[in-house]
């Protein structure tokens, strides 16, 4: 394939256009740690605190409300129940749980914007409808407290999408700090693995160490996607993804959704929203346009590329596309239409 790295710029009407062009996309963003700053007390949330704001008041702080995914064009949110960033937390269940009832409570105030969806085809009605489509994921399997039956129940509380790790090891998986093991799943991993494939919820790889998640990619036959991660070629981090591993994603089926914190992005100097396009277009180039997808990561990150500092700027990705020559087809495959064609595979 041939890239499209250089960008033209553009005039108003143009620019004009691709924002007209971006409200006609269905736009998806697999990642967000907002639920934190609404439940602070857990442990500090990388941003502050809007407790009192909630999601349905627009705020200047953080990165994520209401009113500010319409001001971006977001019509499908995921997020993530985050209960620890030490390993094995006290009481990880009850955590989830807490986050859960915040997610619901801001549901219900906000009910005429925003519905939390547990299929394929809530998506869709619920976008119809005007309404931002929200998921909920589990990042990191500690919640379910060893036991998958407490997998079927966060299942029926409408978790959608989970990462069996985060940086630590657990009772699954070895997560991106612990690399030097080599080690792969647990058999209680397999037994979780098994059982997402059975129930519907999309297996989400971030976080996971590099030798489990090719472990991962040999017991399971469904789409996979990381959520928030980016190309290890341009931004040498482990939290990143090398080339093997995102041709094994495409295999799949899968998608890998890109995340915006700069120091995922580039390793020096100041990241915009042309380095966010730069590991899209290293992956178009790879192994095509239905493999990417948006994952910001707003909420969990201290620190946002210029041209993205919150979600009302997403149009911006938009227009960057649109400066380097990509159709309108392509843009709504990247900007959600990958991620609903697994969510349409997965979710029921």
């Given at each position: 394939?041939?890239s499209r790295?250089v960008s033209?710029?553009?005039?108003?009407?143009?620019v004009e256009?691709?924002?007209n062009?971006?409200?006609?996309c269905?736009v998806?963003?697999t990642?967000?740690?907002t639920?934190?700053?609404?439940?602070?007390?857990?442990?500090?949330?990388?941003?502050?605190s809007r407790?009192?704001?909630?999601?349905?008041?627009?705020?200047d702080?953080g990165h994520i409300?209401i009113p500010?995914l319409k001001?971006?064009g977001?019509?499908?949110?995921?997020?993530a129940i985050?209960?620890?960033?030490?390993?094995n937390?006290?009481?990880?269940l009850?955590?989830?749980l807490?986050l859960i009832?915040?997610?619901y409570r801001?549901?219900?105030?906000?009910k005429?914007?925003?519905s939390h969806?547990?299929s394929?085809d809530?998506?869709?009605k619920?976008i119809?409808?005007?309404?931002?489509?929200?998921?909920l994921?589990?990042?990191?399997?500690?919640?379910?407290?060893?036991?998958v039956?407490?997998?079927r129940i966060?299942?029926?509380?409408?978790?959608?999408m989970?990462?069996l790790?985060?940086?630590?090891?657990n009772?699954l998986?070895?997560g991106?700090?612990?690399?030097?093991?080599?080690s792969?799943l647990t058999n209680?991993?397999l037994?979780?693995v098994?059982e997402?494939?059975?129930?519907g919820?999309?297996i989400?790889v971030s976080h996971?160490?590099?030798?489990c998640?090719w472990?991962?990619v040999?017991v399971?036959?469904?789409?996979i996607?990381?959520?928030?991660?980016?190309c290890?070629t341009?931004?040498d981090?482990?939290?990143?993804?090398?080339?093997?591993?995102?041709?094994a994603?495409?295999?799949?089926?899968?998608v890998?959704g890109?995340?915006?914190f700069?120091?995922f992005?580039?390793?020096e100097?100041?990241?915009?929203v042309?380095?966010?396009?730069?590991?899209m277009e290293?992956i178009i180039?790879?192994?095509?346009?239905?493999?990417?997808g948006l994952?910001?990561?707003?909420?969990?990150?201290?620190?946002?590329?210029?041209?993205?500092?919150?979600?009302s700027?997403?149009?911006?990705i938009?227009?960057?596309?649109?400066?380097?020559?990509?159709s309108?087809?392509?843009?709504?495959?990247?900007?959600g239409?990958n991620?609903?064609?697994?969510?349409?595979k997965?979710?029921?």
């Amino acid at each position: 394939m041939i890239s499209r790295s250089v960008s033209k710029e553009l005039s108003k009407d143009e620019v004009e256009e691709a924002v007209n062009l971006h409200k006609r996309c269905y736009v998806v963003d697999t990642h967000c740690d907002t639920l934190q700053a609404l439940f602070p007390d857990i442990f500090p949330s990388v941003t502050p605190s809007r407790m009192e704001e909630g999601l349905g008041k627009r705020s200047d702080k953080g990165h994520i409300d209401i009113p500010r995914l319409k001001e971006g064009g977001v019509d499908c949110q995921v997020f993530a129940i985050f209960v620890s960033k030490i390993p094995n937390p006290p009481k990880p269940l009850h955590r989830a749980l807490n986050l859960i009832d915040i997610f619901y409570r801001e549901c219900q105030k906000n009910k005429d914007e925003i519905s939390h969806i547990r299929s394929y085809d809530d998506i869709l009605k619920t976008i119809e409808s005007g309404k931002i489509a929200a998921i909920l994921s589990l990042e990191g399997g500690e919640a379910i407290e060893a036991d998958v039956s407490m997998l079927r129940i966060l299942h029926k509380l409408g978790v959608r999408m989970m990462s069996l790790t985060w940086n630590h090891r657990n009772l699954l998986a070895d997560g991106v700090k612990e690399e030097r093991t080599k080690s792969g799943l647990t058999n209680l991993g397999l037994k979780v693995v098994e059982e997402m494939e059975r129930l519907g919820i999309v297996i989400d790889v971030s976080h996971l160490s590099e030798s489990c998640f090719w472990d991962l990619v040999e017991v399971t036959d469904s789409p996979i996607i990381a959520s928030h991660s980016n190309c290890r070629t341009l931004c040498d981090h482990p939290r990143n993804l090398d080339d093997r591993q995102i041709a094994a994603i495409a295999d799949k089926g899968g998608v890998i959704g890109m995340n915006f914190f700069p120091k995922f992005l580039r390793k020096e100097g100041q990241a915009t929203v042309s380095d966010v396009v730069d590991h899209m277009e290293h992956i178009i180039d790879l192994v095509g346009i239905d493999y990417v997808g948006l994952g910001s990561d707003f909420d969990g990150i201290s620190s946002t590329p210029i041209g993205l500092e919150d979600a009302s700027k997403m149009p911006n990705i938009t227009i960057e596309l649109v400066s380097r020559g990509y159709s309108e087809e392509e843009i709504k495959k990247i900007l959600g239409g990958n991620h609903l064609r697994v969510f349409s595979k997965v979710m029921r």
